[in-house]
């Protein structure tokens, strides 16, 4: 095997790997990113030179780019992701599935000879700080400039990681072949630490170290080794006295997961000294610490966000993390400044303009009714940011053990069903409750409005084996942990019988977090309710918002109703996940319906 440069590894089995997958793809050369300087500096001018980036204003945006996908190519495809277990029952009901034996051989003629006339990059990478006991380490073969840069970003990539790779190593192999959609395939195979991805470019089905690896691998690692991998962002909260306690919180899609990894607080209490760290806006890897408590990382190094709706005001801190080293996908170009724009950013769409698909965008075209075809940036258009240019980027964020965590949230969208916040009893009751976690879709999202999605931990598409068996390893890990966190859920979008939102949520969520970490405390007293711990209205802090008592309370009231027609979708829910639904919870179940009355 011919390499351009030296290889970053002697290990052979890593190398038999790589010419394995050169010989089926036949690439012209390969190249192994050692992510210095000046090699990045090259791939970007030579990505430049042939359109797949462009760069941008190099004095208000530095060392930032703009990549368009193909347009029939711009989000994750779940109905063409596949965990492939030897047998189908250990991918579950819930997964696509295909048999790893035929799998292997559909893609291998999809693989074949696609990097003819192109080069092979060989990424070796980290998910985790290197060295740390939490770290995995993967390879990540692609024939895309743009995966390169953008694993540079998301993962800790380059020549350091070589030492560590051996036999475990994750190896992931990406090709765009010739991005045909009836043939993109997003492949796992958890029995062989493998991914194969092919025929797509687009972030969430080629940056392998994200959702293939760091959810739908680990998850299925991390059952087997007695850790977790989680869809969670991980924040700290400090208190003016110094002291910072952190929270974990698992959301589904269009619930502002990253705007609360990065909240401000408000006036109220930032004039107090309070303040929130950022360690993590999608992904928690967590394990049971020497003292006994659950421990976080967050395995990524950067952020994948959603670009519109970020602004001044829904999250100043993501947006400053954009202003340098930053790669935009599917974005609004605007031509007069050479810089990037997008729906939400503000209310002056930039008069000569590209829009995400590259051709000429005139702003009063836009209907809310069809984004996809008359909006300058496509709906789902990302940033791709160094997580350490975000300026509430935790301290802790390198900190090879992590961070202890003192909650896990986890939260939906819905009208009327949940409280603004409540707590489970215990453990069981806990993943009980995010085993129900749902959202209900919203005018936004394509289809019926008002239809709940049950959504479990905001794992439905990234768990990697039956999702039975991934509630069985949630109820093990409690047994695990001597100090484990308190467990709660929250629901920011309640809303009147017109519709309108009651909460105001964005920063204000703070004052959600703060009753939360109080009961961690024990200095907060609640009402015991048929679904969990609810607030007294006395404990919620109201000062500097416009929240009256009455909306407070009916915040946090029980819709019965509500809940007794939940209870049904939750039954058609669990016969769905299976036989391998663990007991407990079926009992958790019966039990909630029985304090329902
Ligand atoms: C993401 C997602 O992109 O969850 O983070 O879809
Ligand atoms: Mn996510």
Redesign the pocket.
Known sequence: MKFENKALTENKYVLDWIEEMASLTNPDRIVWITAREDQLEALRKEACSTGELTKLNEELLPNCYLHRTAVNDVA?VEARTFICTRKKEDAGNINNWIDPVECYARLTKLYKNSMVGRTMYVIPYAMGQLGSQFAKYGVELTDSIYVVLNMVIMTRAGEAVGKYLDENFIKGLHSKATLDPDNRYICHFPEDNTIWSVNSGYG?NVLLGKKCFALRIASYLGKNEGWMAEHMLILGLQSPDGVIKYIAAAFP?ACGKTNLAMLIPPEYYSKKGYKIWCVGD?IAWLRVGHDGRLWAINPENGF?GVAPGTNEHSNPNALAATKRDAIFTNVCHDLDNNTVWWEGLNDDPPKNALNWKGEKWDYRSYDKADKINTSGAHPNSRFTAVAKNCPCVSPEFDNPDGVPISAIVFGGRRAKTAPLVYQSFDWQHGTFVGSIMASETTAAAAGAIGVVRRDPMAMRPFVGYDMGDYWAHWLEMGKKIPDPPKIFHVNWFRTDDEGHFIWPGFGENMRVLMWILARCDGKAEAKKTPIGYVPYEKDINLEGIDVSDETLTELLSIDTASWKEDIENIKEFYSLVGDRVPEELKEELKALEKRLG
Do not use: L, V
Request: charged share 40%; net charge neutral; no cysteine.
């Open positions: 994750r969430g899609s999608d994948f």
